[in-house]
């Protein structure tokens, strides 16, 4: 069975009973409000009910369509490799700003650094979860289900098909981003019958952000929405304010999770990077390596062992502190780890690890369970020597 959402959530003004009329007061010529399903995997995924001032069919134009396919290499897929994450060059606008690097049929891994608010146009995903991770920078996603505001650490879920647009409060923003063909979820195991986040869970419903001030905007005029589908941007206009939602309820919405709320699981040894995850998906996990005590057995070896990936390529990207069982590692940079080869710490890291009583290490993890291409913007960010780090001098 599919899994559930986080919680049940409202915002604004809803019917006492679904599909019935709901009508605008009399001053607004108490017309009926249009009610929309929003919902994904057919009926059968999570959905919300919502209802729009218009109707959110007026299309008034279909502008020239362009083609945003990411541009891939044909790099050696055996090859770990090191990204420079922080070599990406800032941009003004938020969507030519979005760099993806490691792509493959399932899910696109990219980084992003705008410049400037997204607040000219509307942006709307039409086949991929997104899910943004807040290196840094602050502000607000702003959608027709609420606002989420987000800061440091803050992983944020926009499931296909939400209309957003994002206030940033400064130019200095630096964000992960993934795009998932497959639904983004909660890991099942941390979950009981109901949906409900269970005890053993590193992380609770009271620590999920929720969408807040939902905008209402009753408006006529011309309104962009960029859509992407397929790796093809449809600029759309529209004859209605994509914002224009009264109230709405449901469990399909946009939310956010600070990593700094994830409780890490540790033991008297190792434990194995599971204990890590944060969300999933049919084609791909997420986890968080967040500051956490060490092992504890007298004899413990802090530092992972090595381990041979062979059904999944590992990418991390290194958010902040010392990251235990890597040398040379810097902010923003991201390693792949492609499966078929075993990886492991490298030389030094298991011995420097031992006696060692905490790490401080900031890391966000993604497994893909197919192998992950390069994009010609990776291959121009990669150290190209990193392959060869694990040599004994
Ligand atoms: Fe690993």
Redesign the pocket.
């Known amino acids: 069975m599919r899994s559930k959402m986080p919680i049940y959530h409202q915002l604004g003004s809803i019917s006492s009973k679904r599909h019935t009329q709901f009508r605008k007061s009399e001053t607004e010529g108490a017309g009926l409000y249009y009610e929309e399903v929003f919902g994904t995997i057919g009926f059968e995924g999570m959905s919300s009910l919502l209802y729009h001032a218009s109707r959110p069919t007026q299309v008034k134009a279909l502008l020239p369509t362009y083609d945003v396919t990411p541009k891939i290499t044909s790099g050696n897929s055996l090859m770990m490799r090191k990204l420079i994450g922080f070599n990406i060059s800032p941009a003004n606008d938020y969507l030519e700003s979005r760099i993806p690097l490691l792509v493959n049929r399932d899910v696109t891994i990219g980084l992003a650094a705008p410049r400037h608010s997204l607040s000219h146009y509307f942006y709307k995903n039409a086949d991929s979860d997104e899910l943004l991770f807040i290196h840094r920078g602050t502000g607000h996603l702003r959608t027709f289900l609420g606002s989420i505001p987000f800061q440091y650490g803050d992983y944020i879920l926009i499931p296909r098909g939400v209309i957003y647009q994002i206030d940033f409060d400064s130019e200095d923003n630096r964000l992960l981003y993934l795009e998932s063909h497959a639904p983004i979820y909660t890991p099942k195991r941390y979950r009981n019958n109901f949906g409900q986040l269970m005890e053993h869970s590193p992380f609770c419903e009271r620590d999920y952000i929720l969408p807040r001030n939902l905008e209402t905007h009753d408006e006529k005029g011309d309104f962009l929405i960029k859509i992407k589908k397929q790796n093809i941007i449809h600029p759309v206009v529209y004859a209605s304010h994509p914002f224009d939602v009264i109230g709405w309820d449901g469990y399909n919405y946009p939310w956010g999770f600070s990593i700094h709320n994830f409780e890490p699981v540790t033991g008297r040894v190792h434990q194995p990077?599971p204990v890590h995850q944060t969300f999933q998906t049919d084609a791909f996990v997420v986890c968080s390596f967040c500051p956490r005590l060490y092992d504890y057995h007298p004899l413990a070896i802090p530092a992972?062992y090595h381990?041979s990936?062979i059904d999944s390529d590992?990418v991390l990207y290194y958010v902040d502190g010392d990251f235990m069982s890597r040398n040379d590692i810097a902010q923003g940079h991201i390693t792949l780890?492609p499966g078929g080869i075993p990886?492991g710490p490298h030389p030094g890291a298991a011995e420097r690890s031992i006696g060692k009583k905490e790490t401080h290490e900031l890391a966000v993890m993604v497994d893909t369970f197919r192998p992950l291409m390069l994009t010609e913007e990776a291959l121009a960010i990669d150290d190209g020597q990193y392959y060869k780090s694990w040599l004994e001098h």
């Open positions: 990077p992972p381990h990936n590992e780890h990886h």
